[in-house]
């Protein structure tokens, strides 16, 4: 169910953003999704929809999200995770993350931190 209606100026700037550095991003209900390619690990070269919830991009860039929404089947060693705004089938992990590079556009820095996050997933067990 994509909706982009009611998007606040924030959370649509995360969506053009991230658009703009090769993640296209779109409205779920309270969700913001994207796909990356991972980079490494377990799911290395495999697209992973990921996301965050609209209401932690409030304030973006200058607050970044702190949640990342992944389906059930990704899964890490050791994590923080609930399913508030989540669809069913999806939870979100905690992730601090600070943007302190100036070098590079905020979105660029959240998408390599999802990546560098999702690269240390485990294969699920059978």
Not at 6 to 15: D, E, K, N, R
Not at 79 to 108: I, V
């Amino acid at each position: 169910m994509s909706d982009a209606i009611g998007l606040t100026g924030p959370a649509q700037q995360f969506i053009n953003d991230m658009t703009a550095v090769g993640a296209p991003a779109r409205a779920d209900g309270p969700r913001i999704l994207y796909d990356v390619v991972a980079v490494g690990g377990a799911l290395s070269g495999q697209t992973v929809t990921t996301g965050v919830s609209a209401s932690e991009v409030q304030s973006w860039p200058m607050v970044p999200p702190h949640w990342i929404h992944l389906p059930d089947s990704v899964t890490f060693p050791a994590t923080n995770m609930d399913d508030t705004d989540c669809q069913p089938g999806w939870k979100r992990h905690s992730r601090d993350f600070s943007y302190s590079d100036m070098s590079m556009p905020p979105a660029l820095a959240w998408l390599r931190h999802v990546r560098g996050f999702i690269s240390i997933a485990i294969p699920k067990a059978a």
